[in-house]
């Protein structure tokens, strides 16, 4: 597993900030500059080790590419793949952002509005901006040969990518598979959020606590960047090179809620859950722990609560890590599922950060208020999407 997150570089900062509940937001002077945009608070990556890609590879990464780059080496050095797996031709990849970079459009634009011109634009600037510009890069720096997918759903990309890398590996497609999500922070990303008014726009005396997932004073998402890379191996072969194994994934569902485009149905976010859990094989009783979507909107969390309640009761504990790290769009879904993994080998569930008063329509279920040292034989992990793209990861201790 490989992360960037606003907690840092690496998944040790990503589970030790969690672990000691420290927050990776913080307020950004740029988001004033823009007029009538309301939120001021985001989640950043801090300063990155970029000299880790070789400088011909960079030409044409944007700082998504650049981060899902630093993770997934991160993740095939923890994996120990060498390099003969790697460009064999049986390992794919499956990662995605939410479109393709938005600095580099935003600066295409710059160049090319004042003049109508295309006489300033570098030859590089379209493989950042174009959709798969994170799986072609990594792709490429890598040196890959296996299939390449570049799924984009937006908030479920990173948990989506995971579960179509799976499925390549268990109809016999790949024998490895580098899968996850990546995006970077952009103010047309906050904006987008701030028009529909999903956006938090409170708290900027104390940004640590802008983000309050299932709380009754939540307001909002708090928009955030940061990748995370995971190697998914055929259990075979993962075996047979004595690989450590951190987890298995046993179930995965993606459903299409066509009911509204922007608010979700508790219907069919149960709907979902359940297809992941008839997937891997189990009950609802079997689960011990769900990592929730929980964005910290009114009506996603109040959805994903009644959901859960509804399918799972009130047993397991139930837990987002938004207020952590705020949301990290295409890259939450692997960001969290690396994070839950860690809580599955750990015996450890992480708690929703700045959840101090659960709300009513959100208090049926289990939700973790403070650290807890429990074993976790299965986990769900839920992501869901603008657009009614629902995601659900089942995980099972190795």
Not at 100 to 123: C, T
Not at 232 to 244: D, I, Q, T, V
Request: net charge negative; with cysteine; glycine share 10%.
């Amino acid at each position: 597993m490989g992360v960037i997150s606003p907690l840092g570089c690496g998944v040790a900062e990503l589970w030790n900030g969690l672990l000691t509940g420290r927050s990776g937001l913080s307020r950004m002077k740029d988001l004033e500059l823009v007029k009538g945009l309301r939120p001021r608070i985001a989640g950043r990556v801090p300063e990155i080790k970029t000299k880790a890609i070789p400088r011909k590879a960079r030409r044409t990464m944007s700082n998504l590419s650049i981060f899902a780059a630093l993770a997934a080496l991160e993740a095939i050095d923890q994996a120990g793949l060498d390099e003969a797996t790697l460009t064999g031709g049986r390992t794919g990849l499956s990662i995605g952002s939410t479109t393709g970079s938005s600095q580099a459009l935003e600066q295409f634009f710059k160049l090319y509005l004042p003049e109508n011109s295309l006489s300033a634009i570098r030859g590089t600037e379209f493989f950042k901006i174009m959709n798969h510009s994170a799986a072609a890069n990594l792709a490429q720096f890598l040196e890959l040969s296996g299939r390449v997918i570049a799924a984009s759903a937006a908030c479920s990309t990173g948990c989506q990518n995971i579960g179509l890398a799976a499925e390549a590996i268990a109809a016999g497609k790949q024998e490895v598979m580098l899968c996850g999500g990546t995006d970077e922070l952009h103010p047309l990303t906050v904006g987008t959020f701030d028009i529909i008014d999903a956006a938090s726009i409170s708290d900027e005396s104390d940004y640590t606590t802008a983000s309050r997932p299932f709380d009754a004073t939540r307001d909002g998402i708090v928009c955030s960047e940061g990748a995370g890379i995971l190697v998914l191996e055929n259990y075979n072969h993962a075996k047979a090179r004595g690989a450590k194994m951190l987890a298995e994934i046993t179930g995965f569902s993606s459903l299409c809620d066509s009911s509204n485009m922007a608010s979700p149905s508790a219907d069919a976010i149960a709907r979902c859950m359940k297809e992941a859990l008839k997937d891997a094989g189990i009950s609802e009783a079997d689960i011990d722990y769900v990592n929730a979507h929980a964005t910290g909107t009114l009506q996603g969390d109040a959805s994903e609560a009644q959901a859960i309640a509804s399918l799972l009761g009130e047993t397991p504990p139930v837990s987002s890590l938004k207020g952590h790290l705020g949301h990290t769009m295409a890259a939450s879904g692997a960001i969290e599922t690396i994070a839950t993994v860690r809580m599955i080998q750990e015996n450890t569930i992480i708690p929703t950060a700045n959840l101090i008063n659960p709300a009513d329509e959100c208090s049926a279920i289990n939700n973790v208020l403070h650290l807890q040292e429990r074993p976790i034989t299965y986990a769900l992990k839920n992501n869901f999407a603008l657009g009614g793209i629902n995601t659900s990861l089942v995980l099972r201790r190795s």
